[in-house]
C-alpha cells in the first residue's frame, strides 16, 4: 500500500531559525495537503498542493510539491514560539481520496 | 473551532468492553472519516463515510464498526477492548468526500485499563 514517509520526526530550533520538514511517498500522489497539530489539540489544515512542482507560499510558511509529484516540503522561515506543534503531510493517489498521513514532524522552538 | 464535535473528550473503560464514540460534522459536510491516532502508529485512517454509505475502509479491526446515521452524524463502536486500544481517536468530516481538506474534531481520548 501507500506509504507517506515523514523526516525529521524531531527538530529543535532556536527562535528565529529557519526549519524544514520533508514528505516521500512510495508512489506518485495526485495531491498532498500539510497539516498543523498543536500540542494537546487537532489537526488543522493549512494547504493543499496538486500540480506538479507546485510553490505556495503562506507568510513565513513555504509549501512545494516535487516535479514528479512524489515529494514535498514545507519550510518555515524565522521560526517563532507560536510555530511549535507538529507537521504532518498526507497524500493520496491511485485514484483514492483519503489521504495517508506521514509520521509527522514535531517542532520546538526554543526562546 | 473546526465545527466537528465529538463526544465524550476522554473514556476510561477496562478490557473487554465496548465503547461507542459520537461525531457531528461540521453544517453542509456529507462527509465523516474516522482517524486513529497513536505515539507508534501516528495517523491511521479507520473508515469512511458518505452521505450515510460507507466509501472507504482502512485499517480498521473487525472488533470495531461505524455508522453514519441519516442526520450525517456518525458513532464509532470499539467492542472486546484491549490494551492496546488505548488512543486518541479523531473524526474529521468534508463537503463531498473527494480530495479536499479535512475538518478534524478535537479528538476522543480512549483509555482502556
Known amino acids: 500500500g501507500q506509504q507517506v514517509m515523514q523526516i525529521p520526526q524531531y527538530q529543535h530550533v532556536q527562535e528565529g531559525e529557519d526549519f524544514t520538514t520533508y514528505c516521500n511517498s512510495s508512489?506518485?500522489?495526485?495531491?498532498i495537503q500539510w497539516y498543523k497539530q498543536r500540542p494537546g489539540g487537532h489537526p488543522v489544515f493549512l494547504i493543499q498542493?496538486?500540480?506538479?512542482?507546485e510553490v505556495k507560499k503562506q507568510k513565513r510558511l513555504t509549501f512545494q510539491f516535487g516535479e514528479a509529484k512524489k515529494n514535498s516540503s514545507l519550510h518555515i522561515t524565522a521560526t517563532q514560539t507560536t510555530d511549535v506543534g507538529t507537521y504532518f503531510c498526507?497524500?493520496?493517489?491511485?485514484?483514492?481520496?483519503?489521504?495517508?498521513f506521514g509520521r509527522g514532524t514535531s517542532l520546538i522552538v526554543h526562546p | 473551532d473546526s465545527g466537528v464535535t465529538q463526544t465524550p473528550k476522554h473514556l476510561i473503560t477496562a478490557t473487554g468492553q465496548r465503547v461507542t464514540l459520537r461525531c457531528s460534522p461540521r453544517s453542509g459536510d456529507l462527509s465523516v472519516y474516522w482517524y486513529q491516532q497513536s505515539l507508534d502508529q501516528g495517523l491511521q485512517f479507520l473508515i469512511q463515510?458518505?452521505?450515510?454509505?460507507?466509501?472507504a475502509k482502512g485499517n480498521i479491526l473487525e472488533r470495531f464498526s461505524a455508522q453514519q446515521f441519516p442526520d450525517l452524524h456518525s458513532e464509532l463502536n470499539l467492542s472486546s477492548l484491549e490494551l492496546g486500544d488505548s488512543a486518541l481517536y479523531f473524526c474529521?468530516?468534508?463537503?463531498?468526500?473527494?480530495?479536499?481538506?479535512?475538518?478534524f474534531g478535537s479528538g476522543t481520548q480512549l483509555s482502556v485499563l
Open positions: 463515510y458518505y452521505n450515510g454509505e460507507e466509501r
Open positions: 474529521a468530516s468534508s463537503l463531498q468526500g473527494g480530495s479536499e481538506k479535512l475538518f
Open positions: 498526507a497524500g493520496s493517489s491511485g485514484g483514492s481520496y483519503i489521504p495517508t
Open positions: 498542493l496538486v500540480k506538479s512542482g
Open positions: 508512489t506518485t500522489l495526485s495531491n
